[in-house]
């Protein structure tokens, strides 16, 4: 077995972990003191612009999509370590390349799916990073783990449809850029197939009935580099049939080839996000003395370090197996793996955070370090795209009926 990355992927690693130590780093106090300044958690500070313009200028934009016609055309195996490098920064260093969430799912959605005239009117500038989207799955009336439950209403009326309903935790809504929502909701609410009730319609965020309520919090933490989370009102909201993404009842269908690469992208960063974890603990315990020696000199430190090593190791191997069985055999062929991935990663890696947090000590859950941060982003991963018991059931169902 050959594990070494291919020639293009080494030299876009090269230049992107030069962009990360020149630019992206550097600029998250920065980007922490002019948020301040500016009055508004939601408005995007200057450097954040300053970034994506000098990340276009070196070629490392748009990335994550595969579709050489739109993107980077990089297959998940050479996305793969690129990502994980963003991940050491995933407040800032996703947006620098216009590979954050939600719009990456949104832009493939509409570069799969979408029409020529929806891809022209809404991929076209999401791909240059002039506007920003949101994804409107989520709501707070019904258990969102099984998405056959979506109360919210698309019904036709002539040439157009009304949408009814009440979403929450809307990523991307609270950014001031945040143009366009994709909304999902029941097209045939009483259909005999579960499965093909919704669809998926494009709202502009400026329609007549869309309100955004309020923002949601995360662990206390707003997320506003990615746009933050909202709860959203959609009051008889009408837009053209011709916002209708694919087909009708297509909209289950769709939010699945959405959240297969998701998955295997979060959980790229998040390995990123134990590697600066690691990094920090290190540099925290060679330069700390406690009880007459270095931080570094006990073994229970010396235990997590190393419990850490392996964690990783293994983590970026199934990851790594998983983009190369999506990229030979189909997210079908690698749906075993794809949901191992959204399992082990985010519950690993918020242990080996919570361990960075335990050595750094009152300085763990400051904002002094990324590290409170960062735990409360992979945690909500264990619930995000899908939560893990739901993932855990079909994975041992799948394994099940291999026995009969």
């Given amino acids: 077995m050959d594990f070494a990355f291919d020639a293009r992927?080494?030299?876009?690693?090269?230049?992107?972990?030069?962009?990360?130590?020149?630019?992206?780093?550097?600029?998250?106090?920065?980007?922490?003191?002019?948020?301040?300044?500016?009055?508004?958690?939601?408005?995007?500070p200057p450097v954040v612009e300053e970034l994506k313009a000098e990340a276009r200028r070196q070629g490392l934009w748009n990335l994550f999509l595969p579709d050489a016609e739109y993107g980077?055309?990089?297959?998940?195996?050479?996305?793969?370590?690129?990502?994980?490098?963003?991940?050491?920064?995933?407040?800032?260093?996703?947006?620098?390349l216009n590979c954050a969430a939600p719009d990456t799912g949104n832009m493939e959605v509409l570069a799969q799916f979408g029409s020529e005239q929806q891809r022209k009117q809404w991929l076209e500038?999401?791909?240059?990073?002039?506007?920003?989207?949101?994804?409107?799955?989520?709501?707070?009336?019904?258990?969102?783990?099984?998405?056959?439950?979506?109360?919210t209403r698309i019904e036709r009326d002539g040439d157009a449809y009304v949408i009814t309903g009440r979403k929450w935790y809307i990523s991307g809504a609270m950014n001031p850029d945040c143009r366009i929502f994709i909304v999902m909701g029941k097209t045939d609410p009483d259909g005999a197939d579960r499965r093909r009730q919704q669809s998926m319609v494009l709202v502009p965020r400026d329609t007549p009935g869309v309100e955004v309520r309020r923002a949601m919090r995360v662990f206390g933490y707003e997320d506003h580099y990615h746009g933050g989370h909202a709860e959203v009102v959609f009051d008889r909201v009408r837009v053209p049939v011709a916002n209708l993404i694919g087909e009708e009842g297509g909209g289950f269908a769709i939010a699945q080839a959405r959240l297969?690469?998701?998955?295997?992208?979060?959980?790229?960063?998040?390995?990123?996000?134990?590697?600066?974890?690691?990094?920090?603990?290190?540099?925290?315990?060679v330069s700390r003395?406690?009880?007459?020696?270095?931080?570094?000199?006990?073994?229970?430190?010396?235990?997590?370090?190393?419990?850490?090593r392996v964690a990783v190791e293994q983590l970026r191997l199934l990851v790594l197996k998983t983009a190369w069985?999506?990229?030979?055999?189909?997210?079908?062929?690698?749906?075993?793996?794809?949901?191992?991935?959204?399992?082990?990663?985010?519950?690993?890696v918020v242990s080996i955070l919570d361990r960075a947090i335990q050595l750094h000590g009152a300085g763990g859950v400051s904002q002094d370090f990324p590290l409170a941060e960062l735990w409360a982003g992979a945690r909500t991963l264990q619930l995000a795209d899908g939560p893990d018991e739901v993932h855990q059931r079909s994975l041992a169902r799948r394994e099940l009926k291999r026995f009969g």
């Fill in 72 to 96: 980077a055309g990089l297959t998940n195996l050479q996305y793969a370590p690129l990502a994980e490098i963003t991940g050491r920064s995933p407040q800032l260093a996703p947006t620098a």
């Fill in 260 to 285: 297969g690469p998701g998955r295997i992208h979060h959980c790229m960063r998040l390995i990123g996000m134990a590697e600066r974890a690691i990094e920090l603990m290190c540099r925290r315990a």
């Fill in 325 to 348: 069985l999506m990229d030979t055999v189909g997210n079908r062929g690698a749906h075993t793996e794809i949901q191992a991935i959204k399992i082990a990663t985010p519950r690993t």
């Fill in 9 to 44: 992927t080494e030299e876009l690693r090269g230049r992107l972990l030069a962009f990360m130590d020149e630019y992206v780093h550097p600029a998250e106090r920065t980007a922490e003191e002019q948020r301040a300044r500016l009055g508004s958690p939601w408005l995007v």
């Fill in 125 to 151: 500038p999401l791909l240059a990073g002039e506007i920003r989207s949101a994804f409107a799955m989520t709501e707070p009336e019904v258990a969102s783990s099984d998405a056959t439950n979506i109360e």
């Fill in 289 to 308: 003395t406690a009880f007459g020696k270095p931080l570094a000199a006990q073994g229970q430190v010396e235990e997590w370090i190393a419990d850490a």
